[in-house]
């Protein structure tokens, strides 16, 4: 939900940089699409700036009263001022916008059906931020819980817009919406796909997580603790880091205690030791470092 809270500010306001900066780039440098794209944004951020007629101006009064009453938390009444502005192509991202805010009050009253009609008229009428429309429309389907939807509209992100920002966090959920219809290896591959192609160390410490879960539940005893021993030894930050040490401890007494035919392997050891160390677990440690250096010797010995 917070992820697409952020998404949703990002839109805001990269619509409404996009209306001040008008010069972002030469036309020789954009694709016929972005050209198309800028004109829209030229021609708009004059008109929002000099309205030429009543109606304009009074979309530009509803979409600040809408926005307003939006951020006081009043729904109900957003929706009524938003609702009042209708489609022009002569002041887009004002519309644009208004949908936006217009879409999220019907996810925050839990209106699914008038949310997914707002976003799936977003992706028509949306030539500047077509992906974003269609993730929150994907979001509005798995939060009803039809994943198979939400998984079909990711997929168009996927397909349609592969260079586009958001397409780690769109591999990210369509990962969870086939975990929830139990296709766990459809999972895993979108998760191996955020690992191989997102720079963003954070989610692929989230998905290091979601798959070593998988991997233990599916008795994948080592490439689960591997997992987590990736997070740590490369030092991915987490809303809560301390949450890789406590499951690798974990594992490691699971394994001690009804697994002891799995053999566990040494740099997890030397990693275990090191967190027992590092909560000052010093006999616990100590006991391990010698394992540690008992293997060491037997491999230095062969």
């Known amino acids: 939900m917070k992820t697409s809270m952020i998404f949703f500010l990002i839109m805001i306001l990269a619509i409404s940089l996009f209306g001040v900066n008008i010069t972002l780039a030469d036309n020789d440098e954009l694709t016929e699409l972005e050209v198309q794209q800028m004109k829209i944004l030229r021609l708009s951020k004059v008109v929002e700036e000099q309205p030429s007629n009543t109606k304009l101006k009074e979309d530009i009064k509803n979409y600040k009263a809408g926005l307003e009453l939006y951020q006081q938390g009043d729904y109900q009444q957003a929706i009524s001022e938003l609702l009042k502005i209708k489609y022009s192509t002569l002041n887009l991202p004002l519309y644009i916008k208004s949908q936006y805010i217009l879409g999220d009050c019907y996810r925050k009253i839990e209106d699914w059906d008038r949310a997914i009609e707002v976003y799936k008229n977003l992706v028509i009428d949306d030539p500047i931020l077509t992906d974003y429309s269609l ?3 994907a979001e509005i389907y798995r939060l009803k819980g039809e994943y198979r939807e939400s998984t079909a509209v990711y997929q168009q ?9 958001i397409i780690p ?3 990210y959920q369509t ?4 975990r929830e219809l139990n296709d766990i290896a459809s999972a895993v591959i979108y998760y191996k796909n955020i690992l191989e192609d997102s720079k963003d160390n954070q989610l692929k410490a989230k998905v290091l997580l979601e798959l070593s879960e998988i991997y233990w539940q599916g008795k994948k005893y080592i490439d689960s603790l591997n997992c987590l021993y990736e997070i740590l030894n490369e030092e991915y930050r987490l809303k809560r880091n301390s ?3 406590e499951l690798l401890i974990g594992y490691f007494y699971k394994i001690q205690e009804d697994l002891k035919d799995i053999q566990i392997p040494y740099h997890i050891l030397v990693k275990c030791a090191d967190i027992f160390f590092k909560y000052r ?6 006991d391990l470092y ?6 060491s010797s037997r491999r230095n010995y062969y």
């Open 157 to 165: 992100i996927i397909e349609n817009f592969p260079q586009s920002l």
């Open 169 to 171: 966090e769109t591999n």
């Open 175 to 178: 990962a969870q919406n086939y």
């Open 290 to 295: 010698r394992e540690v250096h008992k293997i």
């Open 281 to 286: 677990q010093y006999n616990l440690a100590e």
């Open 243 to 245: 949450e890789p040490e």
């Open 135 to 137: 993730f929150h429309l």
